[in-house]
């Protein structure tokens, strides 16, 4: 199974080090020395790391043979890509793989359906699960511990407590206006 674990961005300096966009939980593992990663575009890799060091809160990696600003300018918006096993699990229980949580049942706490993961978004603050629902509309449902209270891989399910107004139209309405 593949697993997108970054993004190359600019380049950095004159000697083939590159900037990255880190996509995975396990950088340390996924992105160290020695690794061979395969690319989007698949023409530009497989690509090994040679060396990866932290600069300004910033990784950067150098891959073997490139060595110049002009190589690694020519990696930029490539994606990295690791191979796993598809039974591998992160080290976090509370961490889960996108293809775990595809395709899971989406299910209220005390049972009602709501439909099933056909994607899921990462965004800068928070996850989202794209559910379609049983009619084929979707629904957006933020992956955070306050919504999602339960995943199960087991019995395949996804359980969450949503708010008022996240799957349903009874949203409650706080104003600051005093009604007349």
Do not use: C
């Amino acid at each position: 199974m593949q697993l997108v674990v970054a993004r190359i961005g600019r380049a950095h300096g004159i000697k083939g080090e590159v900037t990255v966009e880190v996509r995975t939980d396990e950088p340390e593992l996924r992105l160290a020395p020695g690794a061979v990663l395969d690319t989007d575009p698949a023409g530009v890799g497989p690509l090994t790391i040679e060396t990866g060091r932290v600069h300004s809160g910033r990784l950067l990696l150098r891959f073997e043979g490139v060595k110049d600003r002009t190589g690694a300018e020519a990696l930029r918006n490539t994606v990295l890509i690791a191979e796993i096993d598809p039974e591998e699990l992160p080290e976090d229980p509370d961490e889960y793989y996108d293809h775990q949580l595809m395709d899971l049942d989406v299910v209220t706490a005390d049972g009602t359906e709501v439909g099933r993961i056909t994607e899921i978004s990462h965004l800068p603050s928070q996850d989202l699960f794209i559910v379609e629902r049983p009619d084929g509309s979707e629904v957006m449902i933020p992956f955070v511990e306050e919504i999602v209270t339960e995943i199960d891989l087991a019995e395949q399910k996804a359980v969450i407590t949503p708010p008022p107004g996240l799957i349903d139209d009874q949203a409650e309405i706080d104003s600051s206006r005093e009604e007349s």
